[in-house]
């Protein structure tokens, strides 16, 4: 089975990293057992794209993951859609399915889609860190929990390879701060 994922916000929010880290998680280090108790492999492609200007331009990151070979690298209707941007929900919310879950910063984005929708105050929530540097993370914790595509540890090692070390508490707070939200808004969703 094949999941796709499109990362969506403006330039300088650290959409391109989220979408590098999740498929390095899948790629090299997220080692899921069969029922027969084999370790299988994830594959994973991930593909970007920026905004006429680097900051403040929409900024678009598509990861791919499958347990097969893929043989197409483009993200054409994701399963998940993650928004950091009014400005980047306008431009790819028409690419997705009824099925697609859409998850967003409600700070962020004040259009609200019918459907599979999560809301993660990432933003927010990053600030009570004491900076709003880290609402990517946050976000991509958030993201892990529900889709639970690749496991807390692989996502977490995969991300500490990709910030600088100095960085290493504060980003790995902010990735379990985004867990919990995760699981707060799948409990809350569950009651919707």
Same mark, same amino acid.
């Given at each position: 089975m094949?999941?796709?994922i499109r990362f969506t916000g403006f330039g300088g929010q650290g959409v391109i990293l989220m979408g590098i880290v999740l498929a390095r998680a899948a790629a090299l280090y997220d080692r899921p057992m069969t029922k027969e108790g084999k370790v299988t492999r994830k594959s994973a492609i991930q593909t970007q794209s920026y905004g006429p200007s680097a900051r403040g331009g929409h900024s678009k990151c598509d990861v791919k993951i499958s347990q097969a070979e893929m043989h197409y690298p483009?993200?054409?209707?994701? =399963?998940?859609l993650v928004v950091l941007s009014q400005q980047a929900y306008d431009k790819y919310i028409r690419d997705v399915k009824p099925a697609t879950k859409i998850i967003l910063d409600p700070d962020l984005v004040k259009t609200k889609p019918s459907g599979y929708v999560y809301e993660i105050k990432s933003t927010k929530e990053a600030e009570t860190m004491g900076t709003r540097v880290v609402s990517n993370v946050v976000m991509l914790g958030a993201f892990r929990e529900i889709s639970d595509i690749v496991s807390y540890d692989a996502l977490e090692r995969a991300m500490l390879e990709s910030v600088p070390?100095?960085?290493? =508490?504060l980003n790995k707070a902010a990735l379990a701060l985004g867990r919990r939200l995760g699981q707060a808004a799948i409990q809350?969703?569950?009651k919707d």
């Open positions: 094949e999941t796709s483009f993200v054409e209707i994701p =399963d998940y070390k100095a960085t290493h =508490d809350s969703h569950g």
